[in-house]
């Protein structure tokens, strides 16, 4: 497909694609989509729609050299579909079929077609079924596609040019998502269940009793970039929301959650007395820190499990290891006021890009923080989704495989990722 055309009316708005849903007398086909999306990726033989942006790789002198491709995490014995879920032409999904528009080879989707010529003779362009990028545009040299401008404020690392940035659908809308089969095994981290150190909750959910549980943190558990929050296909439900639904799956028991996030948080903002600004489902809005927010309107709430998640703002804004750790246990002491057996889970956020100059920085000390932190206390879990991220970037994976913003959000992938670490800690 020619690049121009695809991507003719990219600035038009957003398509609203149908929500899942789900009513009583069965299993849908969707709820089981969404079960085999949030099984553990590393205890099974499938992998289910793994994100992957194809790139055509560049010369010095911006020619495109070879057929864009992007490797999967595990090599697969049979590629099951490769599907586009979302583009700003189409509100559904399409299919891509190997040996027609696409090959595949020793772990790696490569895109079928011809590289075409301009009329200087430039190679610049591929004409392909497959939604692609340029290697310069995959690094923010040339304008991303669907977006006006080079400049995004996000200076990149490797140069004196801002790298690709949106928290809109023109990233995720270029990932195709693969399902397939494979042999090889996951011998990296994973997270174990944790039935000791959150004995209360566990308790409650075995016996079906309704639980609540608060989820604390920045952008990332507000859901940023998941599908259903930019509200485009397939809506697939942010990573605390899918959590939610197994935990009330996998137990029979009543669920409630509050979420109290905002984007652009640090833990500062999380124990502030004053109102702060932040981020909710792309609206601005304010809120005081969490003791004050139990102190003044939630004064009769009292959650069986806090799930806490900061650190990626810290880091990018230098809040200082010290202050951060003071910060998280103002938190759990004015949720353990309110009620002492509170279990809580710390989570070690993913990383930021490492192309990103400003934002990229020491996250992964602030998530080794949060088990010091967990020692001070009984009953407290601590899950590190950035050193699983690092291992799947470390094996091959591009950071824009996984993200929604090429910064510092989860795409639908990273989310699920998310949530598979949260319930291995819960569900046996």
Request: proline content about 4%; some cysteine.
């Amino acid at each position: 497909m020619n690049r121009k055309k695809m991507f003719a009316s990219v600035a038009c708005a957003f398509f609203a694609a149908t929500a899942l849903v789900g009513c009583g007398g069965g299993k849908k086909p969707e709820d089981t989509m969404k079960d085999d999306l949030i099984r553990n990726f590393w205890e099974s033989d499938t992998m289910y729609d793994e994100t992957v942006i194809l790139v055509a790789p560049m010369d010095e002198d911006g020619n495109i050299t070879a057929m864009p491709s992007g490797r999967l995490l595990f090599e697969a014995d049979e590629i099951i579909s490769v599907k586009q879920y979302f583009h700003a032409e189409h509100s559904g999904e399409v299919e891509y079929k190997q040996g027609v528009d696409f090959e595949y080879t020793d772990g790696t989707i490569t895109a079928t077609g011809t590289i075409e010529e301009d009329i200087d003779g430039k190679k610049t362009e591929v004409n392909t079924s497959m939604p692609y990028i340029t290697e310069r545009q995959y690094l923010g040299k040339d304008v991303f596609p669907g977006c006006s401008t080079t400049v995004t404020g996000i200076p990149s690392a490797d140069g004196n040019w801002d790298i690709p940035y949106t928290e809109s659908y023109q990233i995720v809308q270029l990932q195709i998502s693969v399902t397939y089969k494979h042999s090889a095994k996951w011998t990296k981290n994973v997270p174990a269940y944790m039935g000791d150190k959150l004995p209360n909750v566990i308790s409650k959910l075995k016996s079906k009793q309704h639980t609540d549980i608060l989820v604390f943190g920045d952008s990332i558990s507000t859901g940023a970039n998941s599908s259903s929050v930019l509200k485009i296909h397939p809506n697939l439900p942010a990573w605390y929301e899918l959590m939610e639904t197994e935990l009330e799956r996998a137990y029979g028991a009543d669920i409630t959650l509050t979420n109290k996030s905002m984007g652009g948080w640090t833990s500062m903002q999380a124990v502030s007395e004053n109102p702060s600004d932040g981020w909710v489902g792309g609206e601005l809005v304010k809120q005081k820190g969490l003791p004050a927010l139990l102190r003044e309107e939630m004064t009769d709430y009292s959650p069986d499990l806090a799930i806490i998640a900061f650190g990626m703002n810290d880091a990018t804004l230098n809040v200082g290891l010290n202050n951060y750790a003071n910060n998280i246990r103002k938190v759990i002491d004015s949720i353990r006021a309110r009620n002492a057996d509170c279990d809580i889970i710390l989570v070690g956020t993913m990383l930021a890009n490492p192309q990103a100059k400003n934002q990229c920085k020491n996250q992964s000390e602030y998530s080794a923080l949060n088990l010091k932190i967990a020692e001070q206390y009984e009953n407290i879990a601590c899950v590190d989704v950035g050193a699983m991220h690092k291992d799947i970037l470390d094996s091959g994976k591009k950071y824009m495989d996984m993200t929604g913003n090429n910064v510092n959000h989860p795409n639908d992938f990273m989310a699920r990722i998310y949530s598979m670490n949260l319930l291995s800690l819960l569900v046996e």
